[in-house]
């Protein structure tokens, strides 16, 4: 979606490697890059990591440069040292420049430009986001042990001379984790923010707040943790030694502090990752009923679901005191999450609680709602309005459509409505379940998988994904923000069953929101798989190897 891309940004002297090619993803000899640059040049030769290779950096980029050093001596143990001062290619040769001095600005916020040559690797981007994505392109040049944990005794670090220039395709680069159901601690998702930077994808979706469970502590309601935080028991008819998230009291489940939080986002924001939380409503609410029964439609009493489906904990919006709750919490949730968007819900709510309910009915009745629908987009509108009050941009699932659409609102498009809502000028995030929900199964076999929830989803049905819909007129495409992968954790009750559902598939979907379209090539895609399952391998991560049936691993912790 870039255009003028003859401008180069260029040092003297760091063009020596000849008989130069331009690579396109279906290239069987190209390099494992995922996903794949909008632009490759392979030229002959190699740059070696040796003990004396130094890093030169811009002050501004120095943390960027910590991160990179930080992984290369992990693996080589060389001791590499940082340098900021440098005035020519002849101080730089031997070493490795990261910069956004004379960067190329029409690669864009999150682009990159990357020159290997045998006695220089010069990285330059026009922000620290493109820099920290460019040293992801950097470690996949090298061989997959440079995500080793161990130094490697006698590797031969060297990488191609090549010639980059890449930026992302689309903006909204997204993974969802339900920790609702089964709750993930600070460190297991911290973990799962490492393995999205190494994709390039840049939005995490915290799910944190469903029906079996509340996973956020708000200050001034601190019965949604002391309750709403724990239930019985695993559920879902699961071994409760699957997991480990259970209580001094034996109670199972658990929740971030806000200090949990903090740090969180602020691990998050150094990968160049937005958070974006999620508080559910007005629907799949039971755990935050069950602790404030009083701003039901019911009064209660509710008590937290062990099994899935859709419950009647919906919050009344005939009562005031209701707003004036969901206010309250949204306010401590804007101090903690500094990004732009906010995730309220708005998905599967069981409109039949309203319906019998007379202050609900006479609430439609006053303002001329005509149905439970036009309730809900009233509820919506009202939410929306408080949070754009507060310079955030609300996001709802596809239901959000239902009655009326919120000014501002964005649309996360699961089960449909993205050309009516980016066509009147809405923006829209792709997540569509037969491409994007990975709790489904990754085989017909099913008795040789892992329990899902159901459905089949493909690691090639991933990738084959268009984000932008057929029938979108031109115009609008750019409201598409990109596409996300969700990961519902009904049937997935610790993070080593979560990575084998997760990978590869997110790789996939990671590759189709970044790449350019027209190298879209599943063949190559899977090449190039192979040595990213060494690389997951280096670095511990679960993965279903990209066979049609698989044994069933061993999912517990």
């Known amino acids: 979606m870039k255009s003028g891309r003859n401008t180069k940004s260029a040092v003297a002297g760091i063009f020596l490697c000849l008989m130069a090619a331009t690579l396109f993803a279906a290239d069987t000899n190209g390099p494992a890059i995922l996903p794949w640059p909008q632009q490759v ?61 004379a960067a190329n600005t029409n690669l864009g916020p999150e ?123 695993v559920g879902f008819g699961l071994d409760p030694k699957s997991t480990t998230a259970y209580g001094p009291d034996g109670r199972y489940g658990g929740f971030y502090t806000q200090a949990d939080i903090r740090e969180v986002v602020k691990y998050a924001a150094a ?18 009923l069950a602790a404030y029964p009083q701003f039901s439609c019911t009064g209660g009493p509710f008590s937290i679901p062990l099994k899935g489906g859709v419950f009647n904990g919906i919050y009344n919006p005939a009562d005031e005191a209701t707003f004036k709750f969901l206010d309250d919490v949204l306010t401590e949730v804007f101090q903690l999450f500094p990004g732009q968007y906010v995730h309220l819900g708005g998905d599967e709510v069981p409109q039949d609680t309203w319906k019998n309910n007379p202050a609900c009915q006479a609430l439609m009745k006053r303002d001329g709602l005509t149905n439970e629908d036009e309730l809900q987009s009233w509820f919506m509108k009202r939410m929306e309005k408080f949070v754009g009050a507060h310079g955030r941009t609300m996001v709802g699932w596809s239901e959000i459509l239902k009655g009326g659409l919120a ?69 609008y495409a750019p409201h598409i923000l990109g596409a996300q992968g969700n990961l519902w954790t009904e049937y997935i009750p610790n993070l080593h069953y979560a990575e084998y559902m997760i990978f590869p598939r997110l790789t996939a979907l990671a590759e189709v929101d970044w790449s350019p379209d027209s190298a879209r090539n599943f063949d190559d895609f899977s090449r190039r798989l192979q040595v990213e399952f060494q690389r997951f391998a280096e670095l511990g991560i679960n993965y279903r190897p990209n066979l049609t049936n698989v044994p069933t691993a061993t999912l517990t912790q």
């Open 271 to 288: 990968r160049h990752i937005t958070i974006v939380p999620e508080i559910e409503m007005p629907g799949h609410s039971t755990a935050a």
């Open 41 to 101: 040049t392979l030229r002959a030769g190699a740059f070696k990591l040796t003990p004396q290779t130094r890093i030169y950096v811009d002050p501004a980029s120095r943390p960027t440069a910590t991160f990179l050093t930080a992984r290369l001596r992990q693996s080589t143990g060389y001791p590499l040292k940082t340098r900021t001062k440098f005035f020519s290619a002849r101080a730089i040769e031997g070493g490795i420049l990261l910069t956004t001095r």
């Open 111 to 233: 682009g990159y430009e990357l020159t290997v040559a045998p006695d220089s690797v010069v990285l330059r981007a026009p922000t620290q986001a493109g820099l920290f994505y460019g040293v992801q392109t950097l470690f996949q040049l090298l061989p997959p042990e440079i995500f080793s944990s161990n130094v490697v005794q006698a590797a031969d670090w060297r990488m191609p001379c090549i010639q980059i220039e890449d930026w992302p395709r689309f903006r909204w680069r997204g993974f969802m984790l339900d920790v609702a159901r089964h709750f993930y601690n600070r460190q297991q998702v911290e973990r799962i923010l490492d393995a999205m930077a190494f994709q390039k994808l840049n939005r995490f979706h915290w799910h944190l707040t469903d029906d079996q469970g509340w996973r956020i502590e708000i200050k001034k309601y601190p019965k949604l943790t002391q309750v709403g935080a724990w239930r019985a028991g």
């Open 407 to 475: 000014s501002n609102a964005v649309v996360m498009d699961w089960i449909g409505g993205a050309t009516e809502a980016a066509s009147s000028g809405h923006d829209v995030v792709m997540t569509p379940t037969q491409f994007c929900y990975f709790d489904y199964y990754q085989s017909t076999n099913r008795a040789s998988e892992p329990l899902a929830i159901g459905g089949f989803l493909p690691l090639e049905k991933v990738y084959s994904l268009e984000p932008i819909p057929a029938d979108l007129p031109e115009q």
